[in-house]
T-cell receptor
Framework: KAGVTQTPRYLIKTRGQQVTLSCSPI?????VSWYQQTPGQGLQFLFE???????NKGNFPGRFSGRQFSNSRSEMNVSTLELGDSALYLC????????????FGQGTRLTVV | QKEVEQNSGPLSVPEGAIASLNCTYS??????FFWYRQYSGKSPELIMS????GDKEDGRFTAQLNKASQYVSLLIRDSQPSDSATYLC?????????????FGTGTQLKVEL
């Protein structure tokens, strides 16, 4: 059974640009959550999608957005990149309602220069 | 703000000893608790889940849950150098829109030869 797949693995962007990250969950999983991980802040929750609907949102500015498609694949977008957006972005999938174990992808390392 | 608290460490133990990692959480109604292991530069890996009071054993790992004290712990028996990693405690908090998996900042474990 394939795990969670995130693409790309590494990205270098310039301040002011935008970026789109992709996450394909484990087959059959309907919930996808996104996290930002930095050395100083740990794992910070961005948002969660379930059946194409955003169910939860963390305390991030509106520059961070996401969506989920009918096949449960999810994308997150960051517009007007800032240096502080440099981080490891992780996506986790779970079965959703009643199935709470979450499994992470390998992450996308974003560097903003 | 619903929180998960962990001692950041580092916790150093000699090879073969028992490592004890602790976590407290703020929401008394939480029902699902997890331990993740994260090696440097890698994504978190789920190693234990626990839902009921008491102990749950899996190989060298034992998770302990005390809901009355809002306390979760992870014991690693016969610690090996390969256990050196950051251990993240995670708790599911129920929100109006669904479940939100919230992480502590992690405890760094170092197993010394």
């Amino acid at each position: 059974k394939a795990g969670v797949t995130q693409t790309p693995r590494y990205l270098i962007k310039t301040r002011g640009q935008q970026v789109t990250l992709s996450c394909s969950p484990i087959s059959g999983h309907r919930s996808v959550s996104w996290y930002q991980q930095t050395p100083g802040q740990g794992l910070q929750f961005l948002f969660e999608y379930f059946s194409e609907t955003q169910r939860n949102k963390g305390n991030f500015p509106g520059r961070f957005s996401g969506r989920q498609f009918s096949n449960s694949r999810s994308e997150m977008n960051v517009s007007t990149l800032e240096l502080g957006d440099s981080a490891l972005y992780l996506c986790a999938s779970s079965g959703g309602t009643g199935a709470t174990e979450a499994f992470f992808g390998q992450g996308t390392r974003l560097t903003v220069v | 703000q619903k929180e998960v608290e962990q001692n950041s460490g580092p916790l150093s133990v000699p090879e073969g000893a028992i490592a004890s990692l602790n976590c407290t959480y703020s929401d008394r109604v939480s029902q699902s608790f997890f331990w993740y292991r994260q090696y440097s530069g890698k994504s978190p890996e789920l190693i234990m889940s626990i839902y009921s009071n008491g102990d749950k054993e899996d190989g060298r790992f034992t998770a302990q849950l005390n809901k009355a004290s809002q306390y979760v712990s992870l014991l690693i028996r016969d610690s090996q150098p390969s256990d050196s990693a950051t251990y993240l405690c995670a708790v599911i908090y129920e929100t109006g829109g669904g479940n939100k998996l919230t992480f502590g900042t992690g405890t760094q474990l170092k197993v010394e030869l």
